[in-house]
Structures are given as C-alpha cells and as structure tokens.
C-alpha cells in the first residue's frame, strides 16, 4: 500500500490528480497538503472526506515542522509535489511569494523527504519524489519544440522559480540519491482550473457579459493539454519510477498535446461554442467582448514541447482532442458557476472547517 503525500492537491491539477489516483488506487494512503490560498479549494475534493485512506492537512510545503510530523505520522513513501505558485501576471506585480513557494518549499520539501527516505542505504527502496514542474522553464521558442535536453531560458519571475525548483529536485537525486522524476506539461485546461486563468476567465466573462481581455495582438501561441491526460501520465511516470531499482536516475518527461492554438484564435473558438450552447444569451455573438490590453512584460510567444519521451518509454499519448475537450469544458463551467463563485469569494473554507479542522 502507497502512502502519498500530495501537495497542492487542491489546486486544479493536483486535486485532479487524486481524484484519479484515488478511483484508480482506492487501497493507497493519500494525503493532500494544501494552504487553502486563492489557487486552492476544497469544493475541488469534495466527496472523498468520507473516504478512509484520505486526509486532507491545510499547510505549506514551507513548515518544515509540519512536513516532519506528516512524514513520521503518516509513514510518507511517495511525494507529488503540485503546490506552486503559478500566476504569471502574480509573479509580476509579486514575485517575493513565487520564490517563498516555489524555491523555498520545494527545497523544505525535498530536505525532510532526504531525512526521513536516506537514513541508510536500504531505505530510499520503494520512495519516490515527483515533481510537477512547467515547459516556461524553457522560455519561448520561435518553431520546433523544446525536448528534455532543452536548456533553460524562464522569462518571468514564476518560470525562474520553478527553474530553480527543478535543479533542486536535480540535484538532490544526483547529490544525495533520492529518487526524483521532474515532469514538465503545457497549458492545462479542464474542470476545475481557477477562473483567472485564460480559459476558465474567457468562460466566465463571457457568460457575464464582461469584455474579455486578450493580451497584445492576441499571437501568442500555447499547446492545449486536457488535464486528464496530464494526470494519466504523471500515474505512468509515477508507475515506471516505483518499479525502477535503487539508484533511480533522475528522469525528466514532457507533457504536451501537440495542439497549438494562438490565443486569439482560442478565444474565438470558445465564443462560437458559446454562441450554440446558450443561444438564448442576451451577449452573442459573445465575439463582441473581445477586448485586446495592452500585453504584460516578458510574454514568452510560443511554448512547444516535444513529448516523444513519455510516449516512447511508457506509451502516453493524450486521447482528448482540443475541439472535444474544450467543447467539455465549456459545458462544465455553464453548469457550475456556483462553483466559480465560491473560489472568488472565499467561501470555500467553511468546507474545510466542517469537515477537517477537528482532525
């Protein structure tokens, strides 16, 4: 039986992430360890308080004390380390957090894991340390795709942070032999995703009535992954990694769908689908809401990676089409804005409160 500990798990990916791994392996301990900021919410996990091998902990990956007692108490053999922030236009105006976060946690992280799985050499057997990292660590490419072996170029303080994140987690697999994957994934989307993200916001706004905000010209190229696909390859890679024999190499995979749309094309798409799917809207053609601004600094044109790795060595390859996907995701917002409401008012810690402050 796997004991997990998953941080960030209820942000978008990560509680994405258990929900997957929780249907699929419902014998494994999993404990989410989440701070409950702006990015995470419980109404993400809702549904699996009453599951016995779950817990949820509200913290940071920061507390080294926390994370010491969670790794004696609970016996922590496999870390998923989605906590981050990851707001490119945040880490702008506040890049002080990204690197308390990112660099800082990742680094507590990765120290108590060292002290609790390198007590001698027999006991790294059976750990694992995933790490879920970014392809902005590459910074932006004119054609071609980044591949594994790309070097780094971050263009803003988050993609800098989780840079140096990922040479941590290097490093301590190399320096120190502790079993270590970095997975590096393009643009998500899908349910769940914080609605100050493009797509979720374009949605949203849309349904509203308010103008939809296009940075420059709109030109700015992303790969579209569906975050079901992502979370089925971090299961593989983290399948592969825990049946690799001591010393586990430090492994690196790219995570894209090789479906890249320009933003304003995306946009476009996401009206149209809106346009059908509530043709009684008093704002079609949603087009109309457009709104180009004025772009934010160091805004990386095109991300691409190339994800031959994960598909040659554990035969990933994504099964959600952007069309479909979107199609999907589109409807899921429609019938949640509730949902949407409780992220931006807050209102999603009395979940916490009713059903883990006591634990």
Known sequence: MRKMLVTG????????????????????????????????????????AEDPNFDFVKGGIEDLSLLDALFEKEGIDTVVNFAAESHVDRSI??????????????????????????????????????HVSTDEVYGSIPQGSFTVDSPYAPNSPYSASKAGADHLVRAYNKTFGLPAITTHSSN?????????????????????????P??????NVRDWLHVEDHVR?????????????LPVPYTVYNIGAGSEWKNIDLVKKICLMLDELRPDSPHRPHSKL??????????????????????????????????????????????????????????????????????
């Open 233 to 245: 390859a971090l299961d593989m890679a983290l399948q592969r990694g825990m049946e690799t024999p």
């Open 93 to 130: 105006t506040g890049p002080g957090e990204f690197i308390e976060t990112n660099v800082i946690g990742t680094f507590t992280l990765l120290e108590v894991a060292r002290k609790h799985w390198l007590t001698d050499k027999k006991s790294a057997e059976g750990k694992l340390f995933l």
């Open 214 to 219: 296009v940075y420059g010209e709109g030109k």
């Open 188 to 212: 998500n989307y899908g349910p769940y995703q914080l609605p100050e993200k493009l797509i979720p916001l374009m949605i949203l706004n849309a349904l509203e009535g308010k103008p939809l």
């Open 9 to 48: 798990g209820a942000g978008f990916i990560g509680s994405n992430f258990v929900r997957h791994m929780r249907g699929k392996y419902g014998a494994d301990r999993t404990v989410v360890l989440d701070k409950l900021t702006y990015a995470g919410n419980l109404e993400n996990l809702k549904g699996l």
């Open 290 to 359: 457009i709104k180009f601004v004025k772009d934010r600094p160091g805004h990386d044109l095109r991300y691409s990676i190339d994800s031959a790795k994960i598909t040659e060595e554990l035969g990933w390859k994504p099964a959600m089409s952007l069309p479909d996907g979107l199609k999907e995701t589109v409807r899921w917002y429609i019938g949640n804005t509730g949902w949407a409401d409780s992220v931006r008012s807050g209102d999603y810690l009395e979940y916490y409160e009713k059903n883990y402050s006591g634990r």
